[in-house]
């Protein structure tokens, strides 16, 4: 393409050549050449808005209006991005004009770029994401809906349909056209809408006003359920939306006990991801949890076993009513202390054997202990590891002699018949390091305490022979007042290191992802008690310094008990010798 030519187009003078010769037949070559972004100059004149010059070239050349970009746009696409509703009525016009504009499977309108995108996409898109052009692109995206409501089905390749994007982008008024456009089709409705549901998009963007919405306008897309047989409050418990919870229970209470293929209720899912806030409200329609299980023979407790959200678990177990949850087998005889340990979810192990109703000693169906399962695991485990270790010796052209293997097999019988829950060296050695540090603490905490730089006497107990020293009320006072934010931010300091000391010491007889995380915060408090003694220092020092100063300022303008003493035997020795001489 020639930048000339470009130039013109870009412009919109129709004057200039080769747009003033257009009906020239020889002119074809020039028009079928494209920019370097694969623009030809119909793409130029409709995303600049020039309706005269669209209409002139897609008269004379109607392939150009289909043709496509490097991306995959045509010229409905850079119109609609442009906002120009006038150039898009032309082009769609013309494309209704020419047969040869569209195939018996695609036509303009459904026409998708690289992102999977059609022109009704584009023009939701750009509403979602400016505020501004509002009415003309709410005005474009009802026009393209007029002229085919079947391209409100399609999905791009972010699985969102133009319903889905405008019902993200909040504007009620291109939603009921949309829902108003849409044919009534029952059950069929929610095939032919590709890519997500709509009403999911709603609940996951919070939007309960757009629920409303579509429950006024096509209350079937409510009523749906997508492949997998979640209804809309499945969906809602699943991501923690509180809010479409209470609506959507509001509008059919009955969902609260519909169960998905997998025999999940809408409980179930809530407690599988751990959300509280979402669980309380579905407990208020059916208060025992005992009666809800899915297509494992799992109740609730199991689920939030099994995805080790430990919240959920502590939640569970202090309702009431739980009681026959926590020891409940599922088809396989599992109670959730086994699917714990049969997981590794540490967290939730240490919380049933923190209740008293767990019964530790419960078999199987396969006739397994948790216990038994936690061994298993950890020599299987052991085993994976040893497997990649030998196919790296063999990978690397190692063989190992007979008496490595016999080593190795009595190495993994010792580790059978006693399971220990090591931890690397570098994690004990943290550990240990944090307690030394954390003694010391407490120590210079607690010696700091016993040797306050001042009393009640304004006194420095350590300055001997230096009388007390007399303070003003504003020194007294601040002296008081550094007194006390040295006595808050050493018990502090030491608070804060024998709580650190305790959480270690603890960690070296718990699980290794106890322990971690237990470290984790020790570390933390070991960091504050630093920083609260590093104050207290300071506030010491403050202290004494003011004291320090009161005192000097006494000795300065006061004189001396010796002094007097020796005045006074002066006085009392020419005293006498006078009395000598008169005699």
């Known amino acids: 393409m020639e930048p000339a030519h470009f130039e013109a187009a870009l412009n919109g003078d129709v004057n200039k050549f080769p747009f003033c010769d ?11 050449k494209v920019s370097p972004s694969g623009n030809s100059l119909l793409h130029v004149a409709s995303s600049s808005g020039h309706k005269e010059m669209t ?3 897609a008269r004379k050349f109607p392939l150009l209006i289909t043709k496509q970009n490097s991306k995959g746009n045509t010229a409905l696409h850079l119109a609609v991005r442009a906002h120009k509703l006038n150039t898009v009525r032309a082009l769609v016009d013309l494309s209704k004009q020419n047969p040869n504009t569209s195939t018996s499977t695609d036509t303009l309108l459904t026409m998708k770029n690289d992102d999977g995108n059609t022109a009704l996409h584009e023009a939701l898109f750009a509403l979602h994401a400016s505020n501004k052009h509002v009415n003309i692109l709410v005005d474009v995206a009802c026009y393209l809906v007029l002229n085919d409501p079947d391209v409100t089905y399609l999905q791009n390749k972010a699985s969102k349909s133009p319903l889905c994007m405008a019902i993200e982008s909040g504007n009620k008024a291109i939603v009921e056209y949309i829902l108003n456009a849409l044919p009534d089709q029952g059950d069929g409705l929610l095939q032919r809408l590709q890519g997500k549901s709509p009403v999911h998009v709603a609940i996951e963007q919070g939007k309960l006003g757009m629920l409303r919405i579509i429950k006024e306008q096509k209350e079937e897309l409510l009523l749906l359920g997508d492949e997998e047989g979640n209804t809309p409050l499945h969906f809602a418990a699943c991501i923690g939306c509180s809010k479409g919870v209470r609506y959507l ?21 809530a407690c599988e991801n751990g959300h509280i806030k979402v669980s309380k409200l ?3 329609k059916w208060p025992d949890p005992t009666e809800l299980l899915c297509n494992k023979g799992q109740n609730i407790l199991h689920v939030a076993v099994k995805s080790g959200k430990d919240n959920m678990v502590r939640y569970v177990l202090k309702r009431k009513g739980t009681d026959n949850l926590v020891n409940e087998m ?11 340990a049969l997981l590794g979810h540490s967290m939730a192990v240490f919380t049933l054997l923190c209740d008293r109703r ?17 061994k298993a695991n950890i020599l299987t485990k052991d085993q994976e590891i040893d497997d990649v ?3 790296n010796l063999k990978a ?9 293997v016999d080593l190795k097999k009595s190495e993994k019988l010792k580790k059978f018949q006693m399971v220990r829950n090591t931890r690397p060296l570098t994690e004990l050695n943290s550990v240990v390091t944090c307690d030394c540090l954390a003694a010391l603490v407490v120590g210079a905490a607690f010696a700091g305490v016993l040797q306050i730089p001042y009393d009640s006497g304004n006194v420095i107990t350590d300055d001997v022979g230096i009388a007390p020293a007399v303070s003003s009320d504003s020194s007294q006072r601040k002296k008081e007042y550094l007194l006390a934010n040295f006595l808050c931010t050493n018990i502090t300091t030491m608070n804060l290191a024998v709580i650190a000391a305790f959480s270690l010491f603890l960690a070296l007889l718990l699980d290794a992802n106890l322990a971690s995380i237990l470290v984790s915060v020790s570390f933390l408090l070991l960091e504050l008690s630093l920083t609260y003694m590093g104050s207290a220092f300071l506030y010491a020092m403050q202290l004494r310094m003011t004291i320090i100063g009161d005192k000097l300022s006494v000795k300065d303008i006061s004189v001396p008990e010796t002094t007097l003493i020796s005045i006074s035997d002066y006085t009392t020795s020419n005293s006498n010798r006078s009395g000598v001489d008169q005699k």
């Not at 020889?26 to 028009?31: A, K, V």
């Not at 599922?330 to 714990?340: C, I, K, M, Q, W």
């Not at 767990?358 to 936690?374: E, K, M, R």
């Open 22 to 32: 257009i009906e020239r037949e020889d002119l074809s070559e020039i028009f079928s």
């Open 282 to 284: 579905l407990f208020r």
């Open 389 to 391: 270790h030998d196919r």
């Open 330 to 340: 599922d088809r396989n005889g599992n109670t959730p202390f086994h699917l714990a």
């Open 249 to 269: 229970l509001e509008f059919k209470s009955n969902w609260a006990f519909e169960r998905n293929n997998k025999g999940y209720y809408p409980l179930h899912l």
């Open 358 to 374: 767990s019964n530790v000693d419960v078999l199987n169906y396969q006739g397994l202990t948790a216990y038994d399962i936690f």
């Open 55 to 57: 209409q002139l070239i």
């Open 396 to 404: 690397s052209g190692v063989e190992e002699n007979s008496v490595e």
